[in-house]
């Protein structure tokens, strides 16, 4: 899809998330899919949360039930470069999410706007305490943070190299 920046290289190789993270306001807690933590990804361990400890589940929008699996500190970069960590809990869903709940909680703002003259998405979140800002995108009236991922271990088996 057009309007999305090409992965950058620094050293390794660095490969771009390929759904990148949707910030939802909907969402309770950043919740991440396990395959990007495990296996091909192996972005790190999955370690118990107060939340799988007490049992929580995740309610799908065909009322099912999720499970939550644990959390983990995922590390990225994100579209100018920066390197960020976040606290994501673990369930199988789709797609990674980052609640907007729990970034306002964490010290930062998120602004969704739009430039009226040009129709340029202008959206942003930052971070109150360093005042570094993080683009979001538009992409099918969702908005995205796109993320980078690098390689740590040679020839680890990558899906989608940029």
Same mark, same amino acid.
């Given at each position: 899809p057009q309007g999305k920046p090409p992965a950058r290289k620094?050293?390794?190789?660095?490969?771009?998330?390929?759904?990148?993270?949707?910030?939802?306001?909907? @969402? @309770? +807690?950043?919740?991440?899919?396990? %395959?990007?933590? !495990?296996? $091909?990804?192996?972005?790190? $361990? !999955? %370690?118990?949360?107060?939340?799988?400890?007490?049992?929580?589940?995740?309610? @799908?929008? #065909?009322?099912? =039930?999720?499970? #939550?699996?644990?959390?983990?500190?995922?590390?990225?970069n994100t579209s100018s470069g920066d390197m960020k960590s976040m606290c994501f809990q673990v369930a199988e869903i789709n797609k990674a999410l980052a609640a907007v709940s729990a970034l306002v909680d964490s010290n930062h703002r998120v602004v969704f706007d739009k430039d009226m003259k040009t129709g340029a998405?202008?959206?942003? !979140?930052? +971070?109150?305490?360093?005042?570094?800002?993080? $683009?979001? =995108?538009?992409?099918? #009236?969702?908005?995205?943070?796109?993320?980078w991922i690098d390689e740590e271990e040679p020839g680890m088996d990558f899906a989608r190299p940029e």
């Open positions: 620094v050293g390794n190789r660095r490969f771009r998330m390929a759904r990148g993270i949707t910030v939802d306001s909907g @969402a @309770a +807690d950043n919740v991440m899919p396990r %395959r990007l933590v !495990i296996g $091909k990804w192996n972005r790190g $361990k !999955i %370690r118990p949360s107060e939340e799988s400890r007490a049992g929580v589940h995740y309610v @799908a929008a #065909n009322n099912g =039930r999720i499970r #939550n699996e644990g959390e983990v500190n995922f590390k990225f998405d202008i959206s942003f !979140i930052i +971070d109150k305490k360093t005042n570094l800002s993080t $683009k979001m =995108r538009r992409e099918r #009236n969702v908005w995205v943070i796109d993320a």
